[in-house]
Antibody
Framework: QVQLQQSGPGLVTPSQTLSLTCAIS??????????WTWIRQSPSRGLEWLGR?????????NYALSMQSRMTITPDTSKNQFSLQLNSVTPEDSAVYYC??????????????????WGQGTLVTVSS | EIVMTQSPATLSVSPGERATLSCRAS??????LAWYQQKPGQAPRLLMY???TRATGIPARFSGSGSGTEFTLTISSLQSEDFAVYYC????????FGGGTKVEIK
């Protein structure tokens, strides 16, 4: 059974960096049949896809257009986990952040698909 | 961006009754549609993918149908644990989530 365990602070100061980690058990961050994704949820924006990383002979990372200038997703094969860094946060970045496994299809293309395992969620509040 | 519209926003149903939830896409997403269930304080749980394929461990009282722009999630006989918020999500050339339907006890 795949399990995703999130860790990271729940309170971030405006203009600082939000950092979260998702530890994977029961699968590998280097899996050639999945992608590792960050999604957030807020009352104002609903469920919002943020970005993902995956390995298909080399590492690839995709970001939502609205996030790509200040977001970094990084895999860590030694710890079988992946991380999210979001720079220059504002109160609008306050949300519950989830990591999830994407059962992407299309082999090396890894087309976006659906999410069959999720982390427990981290409520992040951006406030001074 | 494809917009996913769910209706109704809230559905009041008695235990044991049938619930029918709708999801409409602003343009065709073929059968690239998933449904999730979310309870308070929990992450979404995958119910259905490919519009009509139940995910592992999902009871047979859940069924999905539709293709193109119109989709339906049906819960044949609501159990107490089924009262939750349900989301649809397309994954046809990118992805977006619907706004959700809350299924509450009547």
């Amino acid at each position: 059974q795949v399990q995703l365990q999130q860790s990271g602070p729940g309170l971030v100061t405006p203009s600082q960096t939000l950092s979260l980690t998702c530890a994977i058990s029961g699968d590998s961050v280097s899996s050639n049949s999945a992608a590792w994704t960050w999604i957030r949820q807020s009352p104002s924006r609903g469920l919002e896809w943020l970005g993902r990383t995956y390995y298909r002979s080399k590492w690839s990372t995709n970001y939502a257009l609205s996030m790509q200038s200040r977001m970094t997703i990084t895999p860590d094969t030694s710890k079988n986990q992946f991380s999210l860094q979001l720079n220059s946060v504002t109160p609008e970045d306050s949300a519950v952040y989830y990591c999830a496994r994407d059962r992407c299809s299309g082999g090396d293309n890894c087309y976006l698909a659906y999410y069959d395992f999720w982390g427990q969620g981290t409520l992040v509040t951006v406030s001074s | 961006e494809i917009v996913m519209t769910q209706s109704p926003a809230t559905l009041s149903v008695s235990p044991g009754e049938r619930a029918t939830l709708s999801c409409r896409a602003s343009q065709s997403v073929r059968s690239n549609l998933a449904w999730y269930q979310q309870k308070p304080g929990q992450a979404p749980r995958l119910l259905m993918y490919g519009a009509s394929t139940r995910a592992t461990g999902i009871p047979a009282r859940f069924s999905g149908s539709g293709s193109g722009t119109e989709f339906t999630l049906t819960i044949s006989s609501l159990q107490s644990e089924d009262f939750a918020v349900y989301y649809c999500q397309h994954y046809n050339d990118w992805l977006t989530f619907g706004g959700g339907t809350k299924v509450e006890i009547k």
